[in-house]
């Protein structure tokens, strides 16, 4: 079991491209939306994910997840018996102090949307901000990959 502590954060720029050191596409899908717990199918350059999140903390800074590597073809086959509203986007990954955010700029229905996310080890750790952050949403479900494939950004 691990707990994912992260918070998320509009994109005000795309200054952030010309600092990243990777970046890679990624197609995902939602087998199961509810807020309670997710279960997510996800292909990543030549990797599938299965992953498994549960109910989001009351300050949405923490929840359980659970996620295991599958095959390719795995996760092709379970992408076909996903929920309406697949989601395609470039994860890029950038060095900001002693973190590493990872910016998601959004395709399709999800168009113009750029969030940035960084992991940390507590809910108070502190962290350097980039000057391409804006505004804090963590806690905001709108945001949340799960919502945006059934609410996309473009129907806002």
């Not at 992408?79 to 399709?108: A, M, P, W």
């Not at 962290?127 to 806002?156: A, C, H, I, M």
Request: net charge negative.
């Amino acid at each position: 079991m691990n707990i994912e502590i992260e918070r998320k954060f509009l994109v005000n720029s795309e200054a952030f491209k010309v600092l990243a050191f990777n970046s890679y596409s990624i197609k995902q899908g939602f087998l199961n939306s509810h807020k309670e717990r997710t279960v997510r199918v996800r292909l990543k350059n030549d990797n599938g994910y299965l992953t498994i999140k549960g109910l989001s903390s009351k300050n949405g800074l923490s929840r359980f997840e659970w996620e295991k590597e599958i095959s390719i073809t795995e996760a092709e086959q379970l992408l076909q018996l996903c929920e309406k509203g697949i989601i395609n986007k470039t994860r890029f990954e950038i060095k900001s102090g002693k973190h590493i955010f990872e910016v998601d700029e959004f395709y399709d229905e999800n168009a113009g949307l750029i969030i940035a996310e960084v992991e940390l080890n507590s809910e108070i750790e502190n962290f350097e901000k980039p000057k391409w952050l804006g505004k804090e949403v963590t806690g905001d479900v709108r945001y949340y990959n799960s919502q945006l494939s059934v609410n996309p950004f473009l129907s806002w």
